[in-house]
């Protein structure tokens, strides 16, 4: 049973341009979370998805941010118009309901220069 | 508003224990231990739901005390392997299911 797919493992992106990181979770996993995380510090929650919804987005800043999740296909993080601020480490995570361990993928490293 | 860890950092030998808290100062729902090592993807632990239950795996093994608000995270002749950033994710009472992360707790485990 493969784990949850995150790519890519690394992405580089010139200011102005944009990121779009994809992850799939693990099968029979209908709960998708997406976090960020800087250099030695924790995980920052962005939001919450279910197939075609957005539960909580709380977590995500107002303006270039958007996420889905279709219902065919992978969960997709867009960053748009990118800034250095946004380098960080993005970790998607993947449950089968509530109340059950999050399964973490190996996360996609955005470098924007 | 993400929960308190402490401590930040702990060294130990191996062999020896040690413990790892996590406190809210909202009403949990639950609690979810996880571990990262440097470069890779956190890794589940144990999730304790609130009822004062305690978990186990292999020698780590954690309370919560729904009253205080706390978790603890007991590791017991760790090992080598130990070592890692151990976070706390916290699901409140009366909000949507998300995981709020505690900042880590670094765990060197030395020969």
Not at chain 2, 37 to 55: D, R, S, W
Not at chain 2, 62 to 74: C, D, G, P, T, V
Request: glycine letters at 8%; charged letters at 20%; one cysteine or more.
């Amino acid at each position: 049973n493969a784990g949850v797919m995150q790519n890519p493992r690394h992405l580089v992106r010139r200011r102005g341009q944009e990121a779009r990181l994809r992850c799939s979770p693990m099968k029979g996993h209908s709960h998708v979370y997406w976090y960020r995380q800087l250099p030695e510090e924790g995980l920052k929650f962005m939001v919450y998805l279910q197939k075609e919804n957005i539960i909580d987005e709380s977590g995500m800043p107002k303006e270039r941010f958007s996420a889905e999740f279709p219902k065919e296909g992978p969960s997709i993080l867009r960053i748009q118009q990118v800034v250095r601020g946004d380098s960080a480490a993005y970790f998607c995570a993947s449950s089968p309901r509530d109340n059950s361990p999050l399964h973490f993928g190996n996360g996609t490293r955005l470098t924007v220069t | 508003q993400q929960p308190v860890q402490s401590p930040q950092a702990v060294i130990l030998r191996e062999g020896e224990d040690a413990v790892i808290n996590c406190s809210s100062s909202k009403a949990l729902y639950s609690v979810h231990w996880y571990r990262q090592k440097h470069g890779e993807a956190p890794v589940f632990l144990m999730i304790l739901l609130k009822g004062g239950e305690q978990k186990g795996h292999e020698k780590i093994s954690a309370s919560f005390n729904e009253k205080k608000q706390q978790s603890s995270l007991y590791l017991t002749a760790s090992q080598l392997s130990y070592s890692g950033t151990y976070f706390c994710g916290t699901e409140y009472v009366g909000s949507a299911r998300q995981l709020t992360f505690g900042s880590g707790t670094q765990l060197t485990v030395l020969p």
